[in-house]
């Protein structure tokens, strides 16, 4: 996809196939947006080298390790940040 290597959680994957198929395609182009620059997106505040990418009403909640990108969460807006 790009630059940097990427991980999938389950909750993350799960979330990913629940998506109608343009939202699911949006995601996607999400996704290759991080690979080719992690790091130019928005931090959480309070976890190191964690961010949020937005689109539609969601967020992807990533975390950069090194030349890995693990994708954690995929969800609303009003409850991805609980847990």
């Not at 995601?27 to 080298?49: N, Q, S, V, W």
């Amino acid at each position: 996809m790009g630059k940097h290597d990427a991980t999938f959680s389950k909750t993350f994957v799960k979330a990913l196939n629940s998506l109608d198929n343009p939202s699911k395609r949006i995601a996607e182009k999400r996704m290759k947006k991080i690979l080719d620059a992690p790091l130019l997106l928005k931090p959480l505040r309070g976890e190191a080298f964690v961010f949020s990418e937005r689109f539609l009403g969601y967020r992807i909640i990533y975390k950069v390790e090194g030349n890995t990108i693990k994708f954690l969460k995929l969800g609303k807006r009003d409850s991805i940040y609980r847990d």
